[in-house]
């Protein structure tokens, strides 16, 4: 199981922003992830210094939301739905994305139901329930 740092993680969208600027080719991944930067501009300066990206800090104290958490649970989700695992969240999401009339808004719904889903999980130490996780969707709609 590939289990990635935060410095791992920062400096994959960096890589990614960079790549993209640069007209470079990307893995299949990365193109996934250009897409959520492409529709996070206000990031592109967090993503475009990688040593300041590694050094920033992005605790709850700060009061600044965290891009690189952001675009990592887009990248989750995006995943998900493209496997459907947990099975019935393809559909799910793309049924929040036709109510809502966009898949970007539908993607941050679901990221309320996957933060309380892990929360969850770990107050009770119990793996993660996927079937709870897609129900928690599907009531949104």
């Known amino acids: ?11 994959f969208f960096c890589e990614v922003l960079r790549k993209q600027r640069a007209r470079e080719i990307l893995t299949p991944l990365e193109a996934m992830a250009q897409d959520w930067v492409q ?3 206000e990031y592109e300066e967090a993503l475009s210094d990688v040593e300041a990206a590694i050094a920033r800090d992005y605790s709850v104290e ?21 496997i459907d695992q947990p099975r019935g969240i393809r559909d799910a999401c793309q049924a929040l994305a036709r109510k809502l009339d966009s898949e970007h808004e539908a993607h941050h719904i679901i990221m309320e139901c996957l933060g309380e889903m892990i929360w969850t999980s770990q107050r009770r130490g119990l793996p993660p329930d996927g079937a709870a996780y897609v129900e928690s969707i599907r009531r949104r709609l």
């Open 62 to 82: 700060g009061g600044q939301a965290n891009p690189f958490l952001h675009l990592s649970m887009h990248l989750s989700i995006a995943e998900q739905v493209s």
């Open 1 to 11: 199981m590939f289990t990635p740092s935060s410095h791992d993680v920062r400096r």
């Open 39 to 41: 529709q996070h501009p």
